[in-house]
């Protein structure tokens, strides 16, 4: 009778630890390359909003009649306008006001537009169908008309555009959280939570809200800079912050028109700087879009 040998143990495998949660983010992030970019040239615009007073090199809105529509040069970097001002520290200016409106406008909008839609795909039935049916008058008016009308109405200023943007933004928002309510109120956990005897508001706030939060964050991005967009469209047709506040749009409007072909670094830069900044809103609210789904992390 032959004695086998006793089995040598297999040595354990050694643990490889998890990724942190900022490590995960990075290794996402990483391949998209154009929402990488986006993210610093949005970070590089709130570093210039937060401190425009400390880099402008004048005074943006100093008159100075012997410095009239000068080129580029040292002491103007992107040159002086008609009355002498100088262009670079009114566009750094400029980004202050921009950004203000922007995430002010986006942040009301989102945030009572994320409530009314979480009510009305919890609750339905008639507070739904009547949300809605307001929802849909809302956006059957033509976007910017409807902003004409209600800063006519309200005198154009910085808090009125606050709160006409604001007014604009939440029918989107009602839209895509109220579906986002109706297919997660369904879901077992949810179910499971009103067994066990879950209140209304809990349900909604502590186990809906938390799984819908990914679709209201990918809108705000994005309306950021659809906000900014509009705010200058306003100010372009005169009914933005009232002049001599140097916002982008209002250096694209008034008598600067006149003299574009003569001195056309009076439109140049504000209308880059919208352009850049509209783009890289969109441009990381699209990679936010594929990094917070996971079904387009490796596309």
Known sequence: MTVSAPATPLAPEP???RAGFLERQWRVWRRKKIGLASLVVVGFLLVIAAIGPLIATHDPNRNKLTATLQSPSPAHYFGTDKNGRDIYSRVIIGARISVVIGFSAVAVGITLGSAIGLISGFVGGALDYGIQRVVDAVMALPG???????????QPSLPSLIVVLS??????????VRGEALITRELDYVNAARALGATSLRLMFRHILPNVMAPILIIASVTVGQAIMTEASLSFLGLGVPPPAPTWGNMLSGNNRQYMTVAPWLVIA???????TVLAFNMFGDALRDVLDPRLRGS
Do not use: F
């Not at 910017?144 to 309200?154: E, K, P, R, T």
């Open 144 to 154: 910017l008309v409807m902003l004409m009308a209600l800063v006519s109405v309200l």
């Open 167 to 176: 007014i604009w933004v939440m029918p989107r928002a009602i839209r895509v």
């Open 270 to 276: 504000p209308g880059v700087a919208i352009s850049i």
């Open 15 to 17: 643990l490889v630890p």
